[in-house]
């Protein structure tokens, strides 16, 4: 099994069109094999230290795919090409972090 944090940050003021777009897609993401997790969710302020800064313009997507193959195949999915180019002027940039239990 492999974990992923997904930070897709957006243009500014455009978070809450991402979010309604994720929310469409998740559905379908959701039934692919191998997929076992896929939500999203934003910085919350909280009185703990350490706590980076909140960032207004990302949306967290925090996934687990029963394997790295299972992953690949979800990236190169139709609905993904669609979702992507769909949202090309409200996502600026996205920062992977792939994950292995311990």
């Known amino acids: 099994m ?3 944090i997904a930070a897709l940050t957006t243009a500014p003021g455009k978070r809450d ?3 309604e777009a994720f929310k469409q897609v998740a559905p379908t993401v959701r039934a692919e094999d191998g997929c076992i997790e896929y939500n999203a969710a934003v910085d ?3 009185p703990l230290d350490g706590q980076s800064d909140l960032r207004d313009d990302v949306l967290t ?3 687990k795919w029963e394997s790295i193959d299972a992953l690949k195949a979800h ?3 139709s609905h993904m090409e669609q979702f ?3 949202m090309g002027d409200v996502i600026t940039g996205v ?4 994950l292995s239990p311990v």
């Open 44 to 46: 919350v302020q909280t």
């Open 75 to 77: 990236l190169a999915t």
């Open 84 to 86: 992507f180019t769909a």
């Open 61 to 63: 997507v925090v996934e």
């Open 17 to 19: 069109e991402l979010i």
């Open 2 to 4: 492999i974990h992923v």
């Open 95 to 98: 920062s992977l972090q792939v």
